[in-house]
């Protein structure tokens, strides 16, 4: 082997690590693999000496199996590493040894790569400073800019949101170390994903409380960037938030088509704590694929994890939110008035809870007991009648009203002919009045297929035409409905 072929086998393994780790990792490449220098190879086993223990440490822990491939590539199936760690500039460089001397006064470290012991002398080590973190960082007291008010435990769980909360809780219990990393929560406004975020963050901090977590929104960290840049701290900016165990971004969306700079910064940040298997947790109001004006690259870290999106709440599980609310506030309501907040006020959870503060603050002002009708009064102020969505919830809760049944019958395989008929007459309205596919109607009519809705709506018709009962009843339903 002549003399400058380690030279070469190590300049060829930089080209397959720079292509590996790509343009927008040049700042790993240049801190961690150019400072490594070649120094002999011997049959299969590649000698190289790196800068200090905390080096190779680091280098082992991130890139040991992008080593152990390039290695493998360039010396064969048993190629192997060797490490010469520079101690100190007065201090030769120790090499990798291949047994374990005898003196008590020496420890050891397993290279996983070549699975041979490296030998350092206790005498000779010194701490070494880690690069990326500013001095005293760790001992600073970060504040979490968590809200006590929103917990997992006041979070109510639906299908809407199942998905979402039982991720958030995997990620509380283990961050970092799921393959929810990173956690993206997307939904429209006011269906709880910062509630969410902000819960999985409180939770994280029960459990682990030697965890640095940090709550903000995006346009907190564009603009303490912003304050950074002209300050002439942008390294520290950047070093601090690496210290961070568990951060949250709020609403990303609002970097879209501006602040170019500021998600280059967070493009690396969010690169340095995935590699520590720090968790990363960011909402927006759309899923990844959908965000537009956002850099290709971070959108491209933001599909590595979990996205999990929040849906607009049933109607049971906004009654569920009504009562947990009354019941934290100490608050009694009667069903049928909660019933009705919750049929009538169905497009996100934050109007839904509006609407029952200010029934409230109407009651308390004008000490006036909470009645239905009264109720019904705030509600429909509340409420522009133009805007209101009929839902299939509220058609079937229309329907079994009028036919003076309970609204669950619907989902009851019972064949009663009372029941067959309200649960018609709602896939009848359903598909008349809702968007809704017929696979949906379906679903939430007792979790029927698409042909049963096609012959509950070619029956209505039949018999509006043929039965002055049912022609009386259909038309009672529509005025109900054009006045909701």
Known sequence: MIEEEYKR?????????????????????????????????????????????????????????????????????????????VMDQAIPSIPLKTTLPSQSNQRSTRNP???????????????????????????????????????????????CNRLARSAGYAVAEKPGTTSFNPLLLHSNVGLGKTHLANAIGLKTKELH????????????????????????????????????????????????????KTQDAFFHIFNRLHQRNCQIIITSDKAPGELQGLEPRLISRLKWGLSADLQAPDVETRKAILRQKLNNDGIEMSDDVIEYIAYNINTNVRELEGALISLIAQSSLNRKQITLELTKQMIDKYVQSSSREITIDYIQKVVCDTLDLPVDVIQQTSRKREIVQARQLSMYFAKKITKSSLAVIGMQCGNKDHATVLHACKTIENLRQTDRFIRGLVDDLEKKFKEA
């Open 113 to 159: 790569l070549t699975s041979m012991p490296m030998d350092i002398s206790a005498g000779n080590m010194r701490e070494i400073p880690n690069p990326f973190v500013i001095p005293g960082m760790k001992k600073v007291r970060v504040n979490s800019q968590l809200s006590p008010n929103y917990t997992l435990e006041n979070f109510v769980e639906g299908d």
């Open 209 to 260: 409380p030697d965890k640095t977590v940090l709550y903000l929104t995006s346009e907190q960290f564009m603009q303490q960037y912003a304050e950074a840049g002209r300050d002439g701290t942008t390294n520290d900016f950047i070093h601090f938030y690496e210290t961070i165990d568990v951060l949250i971004v709020d609403d990303i969306q609002f970097w879209s088509n501006r602040g170019a």
């Open 9 to 85: 086998v190590w300049a060829e393994c930089l080209n397959v690590i720079k292509d590996t780790l790509g343009p927008e990792n040049r700042k790993a490449y240049d801190t961690w693999f150019v400072p490594i220098v070649p120094l002999q190879l011997e049959g299969s086993t590649l000698t190289v000496q790196v800068p200090s223990p905390y080096f190779y440490e680091w280098i082992e822990e991130n890139y040991i199996d992008l080593l152990r491939r390039v290695i493998r590539m360039q010396l064969g199936p048993n190629g192997m590493l060797k490490y010469s760690i």
